[in-house]
């Protein structure tokens, strides 16, 4: 027992030891993050209540952080908690210069930088600046358009002026946004990732359109020609036949016009491995059809 006793005391030293040396660097700066998070949190569920020297404080510590930490892989994202501090005091023009640290201070990082400009443009739209927000979101999306940020923002742009009842703009986004995708589904050096994130945005645009048979040929190129590749994950997969059941039962009202999809992918990929959850797919059209048969009956009846 005491020898046991020992190894455990000699592990136990040996651990201390390792963290100890871990700790001048980013183990330090996530264990002060952590206790950092507490105070943004406790300000964050009810911002009016919070005095202005509370959030003062808060931001003064995010930046002494900063400044002893000048290297840390954790600084992007303090400058965007600095950042939100700001917006939660509707101090706009400081939380656009704490991003705006961001931008410039690693510039040589698109997803980083991505993330900063998009923070600055929703500052100006919360001030209800929409050209000046419309122009950030711009510059992200020429700049930027290969982040998953900067892929979004065609969508993104019709979607803020859609909210604004400016039908004329939004359609004009959305057909920018159908080149803009088009252009990235065909350029096969974007990547498979990439590739099936353009089509799915296109059935997303299409639909947006009420083009209900372009975006259902945009996902079955989805299906059809990424079924070999693992960017066709469970959850992926699950999308896009949800998406799809969404176009044949509530916009086209058409039960077998989807069992026929799906009958005809399995008809074209024998033995392949999305097979057996296609083929769950069917049976709950199948199913649903019934249902839909038998409400329909009854409701004649009565």
């Known amino acids: 027992m005491k020898k046991k006793f020992l190894i455990l005391c000699s592990i136990l030293v040996v651990i201390y030891l390792v963290l100890s040396l871990l700790d001048n660097g980013e183990y330090r700066f996530e264990k002060q993050m952590w206790r950092m998070a507490k105070n943004f949190y406790s300000i964050s569920k009810d911002p009016k209540a919070v005095p ?3 959030f003062e404080k808060v931001i003064a510590d995010y930046r002494a952080m900063i400044k002893k930490f000048p290297d840390s892989k954790y600084v992007p994202q303090v400058y ?3 950042g939100m501090l700001y917006v939660m005091q509707k101090k706009y023009d400081d939380a ?3 991003y705006g640290e961001v931008v410039t201070g690693f ?5 980083t930088v991505s993330k900063a400009l998009m923070d600055i443009g929703n500052t100006y739209l919360f001030q209800e600046r929409v050209k000046e927000a419309v122009d950030i979101y711009h510059r992200l999306w020429t700049d930027y358009g290969k982040t998953e940020v900067g892929f979004m923002m065609p969508l993104y742009i019709a979607g803020v002026y859609r909210s604004l009842n400016k039908d004329a703009m939004v359609q004009q986004y959305l057909e920018r946004a159908l080149v803009f995708y088009q252009g ?3 350029d096969e050096a974007s990547g498979h990732a990439m590739q099936l994130n353009a089509y799915q945005s296109l059935a997303t645009v299409y639909m947006a359109q009420q083009k209900w048979e ?3 040929e945009s996902l079955k190129s989805c299906l059809y020609l990424f079924a070999d590749s693992p960017t066709i994950s469970p959850r992926r997969l699950a999308m896009i036949t949800r998406i799809l059941n969404t176009i044949f039962i509530m916009q086209m009202k058409d039960f077998d016009r989807g069992i026929g999809f799906y009958e005809q992918f399995i008809a074209d990929h024998p033995n392949h491995n999305l097979d057996k959850y296609i083929e769950k797919v069917i049976e709950s059209l199948k199913y649903l059809k019934e249902r839909d048969l ?3 009956t009854q409701k004649s009846q009565s």
């Open 52 to 54: 202005d020297a509370q």
């Open 294 to 296: 038998s409400a329909s």
């Open 107 to 111: 510039s040589e990082d698109p997803v």
């Open 80 to 82: 965007s908690q600095i």
């Open 184 to 186: 990235i589904a065909r």
């Open 96 to 98: 656009r210069k704490a």
């Open 214 to 216: 372009k975006a259902i």
